[in-house]
């Protein structure tokens, strides 16, 4: 009995085009591809109930000949490559020649393309990837298509897709992906006529991404520095990136792009990750706009079906790259965040302007849990080589925890004194370290008392302790003996306090400097005079000096802000007197 049979050529349509076309925000992805690969200069996208009844993109690109118009709906058609040898040298966004058939095989199409060296345009109408009409007609140069009732062949489909408001909020994604790396292109985004999204096109990315974001995210930014020149593989790196005050618990807020094409990649985000080291709490990430050029024949961009994924053929090298990068830029800008209480009502650009979820609104968490607020104030984003312009005098304690203090600037600087004191300690530590960890035996062993699992876990990692600088050894079949721990704690834990640092190290286990981190910060943290402590000036002044030197004064090694400034101006403003 026959059970192999093939399938008609409609059905293989349907099902590839699943796999470049997911939702509508797919669709509108691929368009935005095309317009921008036609050179355009301004791009609209308008919609109607979040792109399920249509989805019609307009640009002013260089359109399409009136003999290509049927073969760009043919599978693998692409005026982009002509052979597998070009993808090194690619510099377009697509290359496959799928978009237009797949979208064309899931819903009524109708477009109008006029090229630029043709008089005349025409307008071709698809349904389900058949042609149903074509004319000549007159119009200007650039592509308008129109894509109905998206998935009308595809039940099944139909259903996956969520409300209106979820879908409109990819698109959104979608569409601030490409504006703030084409920023010299204006894009509009319309939702049922309303605007939603308007760039201005200035060719400048922080222009994008304050019409993106608006002017409280822009604020917090700070620009990469200098492209710097990667000596082996040509690659070069702009971008932004947020004061550490600026945080989220999710890695959605890091765009990251290569060679101008927005890409997931973990060796990217782990970089820029590392470059803020411990400026930044463990679980926690910061928003970035990292561009990377690179030579096309480093990179394979062809592993995954909506190119999404990447991979670097150098990838350590590139990490190595980005993190310095990083590191370098937050090592030279002035990171003291400011206490402005946040006030509701100003905030532009198409995140907040949409009805979006609560979630989305709460963009930007910031950990002082003041955030600024502006108005018309210039973004300025690189205020590189500022230094720590903190006076030695006066200096006053209050509530027993925080150093009040004034720069040079006449800001007040409010310093916690703790955090402070963890900073210069840590630092101390690390310098000290060398990669070796010196132990000390205790005087008396230690036994611990463990739970059944806390047990197991040590038995796991015994080795691990023993690189770390503790000397532990099994004692019968449930219990260990603790004979030396590393100097750096001598004298400051007490031993329960060993088995939480022991517990701690093994959560780690496989990273030897995150190991290393949770050593050196817990010790200095031990060592650092506490809040609710009473300083003396002497105190307060040695503490101010050690941290005007200290490489990454603005915050503890856990991340929390070691102070935080209250402006002259904003002083001023809040007594009236400007
Ligand atoms: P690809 O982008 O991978 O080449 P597509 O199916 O997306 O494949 O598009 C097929 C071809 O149609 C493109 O190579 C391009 O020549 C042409 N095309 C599509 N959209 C546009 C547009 N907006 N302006 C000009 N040409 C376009
Ligand atoms: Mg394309």
Redo the contacts with the bound molecule.
């Keep these: 009995m026959r059970q192999i049979f093939v399938l008609e050529e409609q059905t293989v349509g349907k099902i590839a085009a699943g796999e470049v076309i997911e939702r509508p925000a797919s669709v509108v992805k691929?368009?935005i591809?095309?317009?921008i690969?036609?050179g355009?200069s301004h791009v609209v996208i308008e919609l109607g109930n979040g792109g399920g009844d249509y989805i019609r993109?307009t640009?002013d690109?260089?359109?399409?000949s009136e003999d290509?118009v049927e073969?760009?709906?043919e599978k693998h058609?692409?005026?982009?490559?002509r052979s597998i040898e070009d993808l090194a040298s690619l510099r377009?966004?697509?290359?496959?020649?799928?978009?237009?058939?797949?979208i064309a095989a899931v819903s009524r199409i109708e477009l109008s393309?006029r090229h630029e060296r043709e008089d005349f345009g025409t307008y071709l109408k698809i349904e389900g990837g058949v042609v149903k009409d074509r004319r000549k007609m007159t119009r200007g140069v650039?592509?308008t298509?129109e894509v109905k009732s998206l998935f009308y062949n595809l039940p099944a489909r139909i259903g996956t897709i969520k409300s209106k408001s979820t879908e409109l909020r990819h698109i959104v994604e979608v569409c601030i992906t490409y504006a703030i790396i084409y920023p010299e292109i204006k894009f509009e985004l319309l939702h049922e006529e309303k605007p939603i999204l308007s760039t201005v096109g200035s060719g400048k990315m922080l222009d994008a991404i304050v019409n993106a974001y608006g002017r409280s995210v822009a604020k917090e930014l700070i620009e990469l520095k200098e492209p710097s020149l990667h000596p082996q593989h040509h690659a070069t790196i702009s971008g932004f990136i947020s004061r550490p005050s600026v945080w989220y618990g999710t890695k959605k807020h890091l765009l990251t792009y290569v060679n101008r094409r927005f890409v997931r990649s973990e060796v990217m985000e782990k970089a820029i990750k590392r470059g803020y080291s411990s400026l930044l709490p463990k679980h926690a990430y910061p928003f970035a706009v990292i561009s990377l050029s690179i030579d096309p024949g480093e990179i394979n961009v062809n592993i995954h079906p909506t190119k999404r994924e990447i991979r670097f053929y150098h990838a350590d090298e590139l990490f190595q790259f980005i993190a310095d990068a990083v590191s370098a830029t937050l090592r030279h800008a002035d990171l003291i965040p400011e206490v402005v209480p946040h006030e509701k009502g100003t905030e532009a650009g198409a995140v907040h302007f949409l009805g979006l979820p609560r979630e989305k609104k709460a963009l930007i968490s910031v950990q002082t849990s003041f955030q600024e607020e502006v108005k018309e104030e210039e973004v300025q984003a690189n205020e590189a080589g500022s230094s720590l312009n903190i006076r030695f005098a006066p200096l006053y304690q209050v509530l027993d925890s925080y150093i009040l203090a004034q720069s040079e600037e006449d800001d007040v600087i409010m310093i916690d004194q703790h955090a402070a004191a963890e900073r210069i300690n840590y630092e101390r530590l690390v310098e000290r370290y060398g990669g070796r960890i010196d132990k000390q035996t205790l005087l008396r062993p230690y036994i611990p008392q463990l739970s059944p699992h806390q047990l197991y876990v040590l038995r796991e990692n015994e080795q691990v302790l023993r690189d770390m600088g503790f000397d532990i050894e099994r004692l019968g079949d449930d219990s260990y003996v603790i004979r030396a721990m590393p100097v750096v704690f001598h004298g400051m834990v007490d031993e329960e306090e060993i088995t939480e640092i022991i517990m701690r190290l093994v959560e780690e286990s496989g990273k030897k400097e995150e190991q290393i981190k949770v050593l050196l910060s817990t010790a200095a943290c031990k060592a650092s005079i506490k809040a609710g402590e009473k300083l003396s000036y002497e105190y307060m002044r040695g503490l101010v000096e050690q941290l005007k030197t200290a490489k990454i004064p603005y915050t503890c090694p856990h991340g929390r802000p070691t102070m935080i400034r209250l402006s002259k101006k904003e002083i001023e403003k809040r007594f009236k007197r400007r």
Excluded: Q, Y
């Design positions: 691929e368009l591809e095309n317009s690969d036609a355009s993109i640009d690109g260089s359109g399409i290509d073969v760009a709906f058609a692409t005026s982009k490559i377009t966004l697509g290359f496959r020649g799928e978009a237009l058939p797949s393309t650039g592509t298509l």
